[in-house]
Nanobody
Framework: QVQLVESGGGLVQPGGSLRLSCVASGRLFASNRMGWYRQAPGKQRDLVAHITPERITSIADSVKGRFTISRDNAKNTVYLQMNSLKPEDTAVYYC??????????WGKGTLVTVSS
């Protein structure tokens, strides 16, 4: 089992920034992929960004140029730096851990609200 604990969500004004963190623990694999998904009210859960241990990244077009994903392998932690936030970025953000056999683990989610 893999446990994921997210932190860093909250309320921010449009144009502001937030940094999300997610720490993984438990039965971890050297080869894995960590990332962030988000789900707005009434919508499906969508990929925001993911990153491999080699720091190969994939970022959704909707956040490209504004969001940056990074990781600290020694700390089993993935980060999502979110800049120039827009109201449409409002969602619950979920941390994801994918094992080498494509099993997914999820955090409980952290709410990001972008509003003036």
């Amino acid at each position: 089992q893999v446990q994921l604990v997210e932190s860093g969500g909250g309320l921010v004004q449009p144009g502001g920034s937030l940094r999300l963190s997610c720490v993984a623990s438990g039965r971890l694999f050297a080869s894995n992929r960590m990332g962030w998904y988000r789900q707005a009210p009434g919508k499906q859960r969508d990929l925001v960004a993911h990153i491999t241990p080699e720091r190969i990244t994939s970022i959704a077009d909707s956040v490209k140029g504004r969001f940056t994903i990074s990781r600290d392998n020694a700390k089993n932690t993935v980060y999502l730096q979110m800049n120039s936030l827009k109201p449409e970025d409002t969602a619950v953000y979920y941390c994801n851990y994918r094992t080498p056999t494509d099993m997914d683990y999820w955090g409980k989610g952290t709410l990001v609200t972008v509003s003036s």
